[in-house]
C-alpha cells in the first residue's frame, strides 16, 4: 500500500455483502485518484482466505466510517 493519505469509505450500516463492499472501497479509492491503489487492492483481496481478512484488508486502504 502507498503512503497517500486514506479516503473516506462509508461501509458501517450497508450491505455486508463482501463484492458490494468492495465495490465501494474501490470506488473511493478511485474517486480519489488513486487507480494503482484500487488495483492492488483489488489483487489482494482475491487472495483474502476469509471474510475477516477482507475487512482487515478495507481498513487498510480507507477510512472506514
Excluded: W
Amino acid at each position: 500500500m502507498t503512503t497517500q493519505k486514506k479516503p473516506n469509505c462509508k461501509l458501517l450500516g450497508t450491505d455486508g455483502n463482501i463484492f458490494a463492499l468492495a465495490e465501494r472501497v474501490i470506488r473511493a479509492l478511485k474517486c480519489d485518484g488513486q487507480h494503482e491503489s484500487a488495483r492492488e487492492f483489488s489483487t489482494k483481496l482475491f487472495k483474502c482466505k476469509s471474510y475477516h481478512e477482507a475487512l482487515e484488508l478495507f481498513d487498510e486502504y480507507v477510512e472506514v466510517s
